[in-house]
């Protein structure tokens, strides 16, 4: 079986593809996603279908945004995806950037749970 690391690159690299049928096949029927509460996408994503509605509403935030993912570490259960994001709000202002770490775990070879962790969570709500 693959490691976590090599399960979480694969979840987000076939997410980048926007199959997202491809991507439920690697999701766990109880997957949660936990948002910070503060975000104007917050709360608790659940279901398969829980990482492509919760993206829809992260990128419908903003005017434009730009992923770049940077590194995966992992263990024995957990990974962890290090990326930069570069958001373009939607009144004109500037651009800015922000490195979020996006940690998951893994049972039976899925997807179970995913926790987002942005840098300055207060600086992502008030620009949005």
Not at 5 to 23: Q, S
Not at 59 to 75: H, P, R
């Amino acid at each position: 079986m693959a490691s976590p690391r090599e399960m979480l690159a694969a979840v987000y690299a076939t997410a980048g593809t926007r199959d997202w049928d491809a991507v439920e096949a690697l999701i766990h029927p109880d997957f949660v996603l936990y948002e910070a509460n503060s975000l104007p996408f917050a709360g608790e994503w659940r279901g398969k279908d829980a990482l492509q509605r919760c993206a829809a509403a992260m990128y419908g935030t903003w005017a434009d945004t730009k992923l770049e993912m940077l590194d995966c570490t992992g263990g024995d259960t957990w990974a962890v995806m290090v990326i930069r994001l570069t958001m373009h709000p939607k009144d004109g202002s500037a651009p800015f950037t922000q490195t979020i770490c996006e940690a998951g775990c893994f049972e039976d070879g899925l997807l179970k749970e995913l926790r987002i962790h942005y840098f300055d969570a207060a600086e992502v709500a008030a620009r949005a």
